[in-house]
């Protein structure tokens, strides 16, 4: 975070919220720059709770309390005492019940995000609302034929979103490769597997949750602090030759992740649900807020760093611009990979994944314009603040924004007019991206996440099919949504 020249200010005067914003991000600079990160802990990972015979059942509390976060003592939320929350281990087919009991100060609710699960009753509803003290039972059932990937949960209450997840409260869910039977995805040999949750958070000197002015509210709270699994800078040991496979979550509000490990193999399995028919080879890997990566590190001897690089998200006309375009064109250093002793042996190659799905060749049977963008009034940020909007309004629970024919394939052209990237999400039914800024995509790519860039848009093709009922699509930059950009679709 730059401090703001004067003619930024005056800029931004323009838009009549130049005198809070100044004082609030010079007092949060002040304020959290006693807390510094801590470095070489050997990585930790949260508790797995693994499904047996068909059925995970878990509870999850979420509460505040005093937990260890980079180094120090601090006072955020969590899942069962933890940040993140215990990592969900299921199988396709498999149901999971989950007992969340609120034990917050605000209301909260569960959310599965990328499972394709039924959006209604106690399933995947991001309508119910569990008041402080009391408890609701989730019970999701995932269908056989439920993609394997990795998946997270979060509180989506709208309204109290930014501030939960931002406090400490996620957890992983990953969906095992079925393996074996034939025409199923099958099982990668590796090494080891690692289950890396990246979050971020500002704790001021006595180790609380900072909260964020409205100039941060406006571009998405971004932390001082990046974590991996509630820890800052940890590091990772392996031998050299192994394949270790990465599941990694961006669990941020508002940052992206543009990670990079110079001097390591990397290859991407796939991204969210979308996996690819053969591993990628890259070089860096970007995580909107949201997005996870299903990654495999092939360890070379030596040190390496894992860096979230900054990523241009566009700002307010001229004025301030996202954190993670950042100072330092090095970025921050999410971890570190010791890579030493004898090399081990070469595994088996990553067996073929199956063609992902293609609706190009689809009959369509709708198409939609759903634009984003930002404006003066509109709802939200509390009386003439900036207002975050789809097809010009902003969201309201008992509105059906988007009526859709149960089995339906629809295309939808995202639009975005403002200034800043907006990381589009839809639940129960993941996207394939067919387009961006109008230029078809050449294989087919799977998200339920995708970025809908400043002034530009992206295309993408649904298939409503398996579940109906009511959900929401919106803004995974967790202030947008809090503040009106999400919209309600019901199939039917
Ligand atoms: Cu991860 Cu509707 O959210
Ligand atoms: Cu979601
Ligand atoms: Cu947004």
């Not at 964020?212 to 030759?241: K, T, W, Y």
């Not at 006309?317 to 004898?342: K, Q």
Request: some cysteine; overall charge neutral.
């Amino acid at each position: 975070m730059q401090p703001i020249s004067r003619r930024r200010a005056l800029q931004l005067g323009g838009l009549g919220v130049a005198s809070t914003l100044v004082g609030g991000l010079g007092l949060a600079r002040s304020v959290t720059s006693a807390f510094e990160p801590a470095t070489g802990v050997a990585l930790a990972e949260p508790t797995a709770l693994r499904s047996a015979g068909g059925e995970l059942a878990v509870r999850l509390e979420a509460a505040q309390g005093r937990v260890r976060v980079a180094g120090r003592q601090a006072t955020v939320l969590g899942y069962n005492g933890g940040l993140p929350g215990p990592t969900l281990h299921l199988q396709p087919g498999d149901r999971l019940r989950v007992q969340l009991v609120n034990q917050l100060s605000t209301p909260t609710n569960l959310h599965a995000h990328g499972l394709h699960v039924s959006p209604e009753a106690n399933g995947d509803n991001v309508f119910v609302t569990v008041e402080p003290g009391s408890a609701f039972d989730y019970d999701y059932q995932l269908p056989a034929d439920h993609p394997p990937g990795v998946y997270w949960y979060h509180p989506h209450h709208h309204g109290n979103v930014a501030e939960q997840v931002f406090g400490g409260l996620y957890g992983a869910i990953i969906v095992g490769d079925p393996g074996g039977a034939s025409g199923a995805v099958s099982a990668v040999p590796v090494t080891r597997e690692r289950v890396m949750v990246i979050s971020d958070i500002t704790l001021d000197g006595a180790g609380r949750v900072q909260t964020p002015g409205p100039m941060a509210v406006m571009m998405g709270r971004e932390g001082d602090l990046v974590l991996l699994n509630g820890q800052s800078r940890p590091v990772l040991n392996a031998q050299p030759g192994q394949r270790e496979r990465w599941r990694i979550v961006n669990a941020c509000s508002a940052r992206y992740l543009r990670l990079r490990m110079d001097g390591q193999d990397l290859q991407l399995l796939g991204i969210d649900s979308g996996r690819f028919p053969a591993p990628r080879g890259v070089e860096e890997v970007v995580l909107t807020p949201g997005n996870r990566a299903d990654l495999l590190v092939t360890t070379r001897q030596g040190s390496s760093q894992l860096r979230a690089l900054p990523y241009d998200r566009g700002g307010m006309m001229g004025g301030a611009s996202s954190p993670t375009t950042g100072t330092s064109t090095d970025g921050v250093v999410v971890a570190s990979l010791a890579v030493d002793g004898g090399a081990v042996p070469a595994l088996a190659p990553v067996p073929a994944q199956p063609q992902p799905r293609d609706l190009r060749s689809a009959a369509l049977t709708g198409q939609r314009q759903l634009t984003f963008a930002m404006g003066m009034g509109g709802g939200g940020m509390g009386g003439g603040g900036m207002g975050f909007t789809i097809d010009g309004k902003a969201f309201d629970p008992n509105r059906i924004d988007t009526a859709v024919a149960a089995g339906a394939v629809e295309e939808w052209t995202l639009t975005n007019t403002s200034p800043m990237d907006h990381p589009v999400h839809l639940h129960v039914w993941p996207m394939q991206i067919v387009a961006q800024n109008g230029q078809p995509l050449p294989a087919p790519t799977w998200q339920d996440v995708v970025n809908v860039p400043s002034r530009g848009s992206v295309t993408v093709r649904v298939a409503f099919d398996t579940f109906t009922g009511r959900t929401v699509y919106h803004c995974h930059i967790l202030d947008h949504e809090d503040n009106g950009m999400m919209g309600v679709i019901d199939a039917r």
